[in-house]
């Protein structure tokens, strides 16, 4: 009932920049914290950036000051700003939102979901 689709990855130099996007769509009434992670090769998916639904933001010590993320509530959409990028961001980053109020059947539930995934690669 509900799917994130990722957008915006690509090819960077060192130093370039990115921007992510993620829209959440389906029967949704709201969304909690949305947030981005990364995985790369060989690597466990690390945390990048979350933000809550009032707007308050944290981001991994790697990638403070470089990245910014952001949402827009009404398109249940969140991005992520990507500065001064090193060869070290290379991954895959996706995008996830954490409590989810759904419609069903005339029901809500709630759940968190997962994006697909995005392929970022900085060449040095």
């Known amino acids: 009932q509900v799917q994130l689709v990722e957008s915006g990855g690509g090819l960077v130099q060192a130093g370039g920049s990115l921007r992510l996007s993620c829209v959440a769509s389906?029967?949704?009434?709201?969304?909690?914290?949305m947030g981005w992670y990364r995985q790369a090769p060989g690597k466990q998916r690390e945390y990048v950036a979350t933000?809550?639904?009032?707007?308050?933001?944290n981001y991994a010590d790697s990638v403070k000051g470089r990245f910014t993320i952001s949402r827009d509530n009404a398109r249940n959409t969140v991005y992520l700003q990507m500065n001064s990028l090193k060869p070290e961001d290379t991954a895959v980053y996706y995008c996830?939102?954490?409590?989810?109020?759904?419609?069903?059947?005339?029901?809500?539930?709630?759940?968190?979901?997962w994006g697909q995934g995005t392929q970022v690669t900085v060449s040095s």
């Open positions: 996830k939102a954490e409590g989810v109020i759904y419609y069903s059947g005339s029901k809500y539930f709630a759940n968190d979901y």
């Open positions: 389906g029967s949704i009434r709201s969304i909690n914290a």
């Open positions: 933000i809550t639904r009032g707007g308050s933001a």
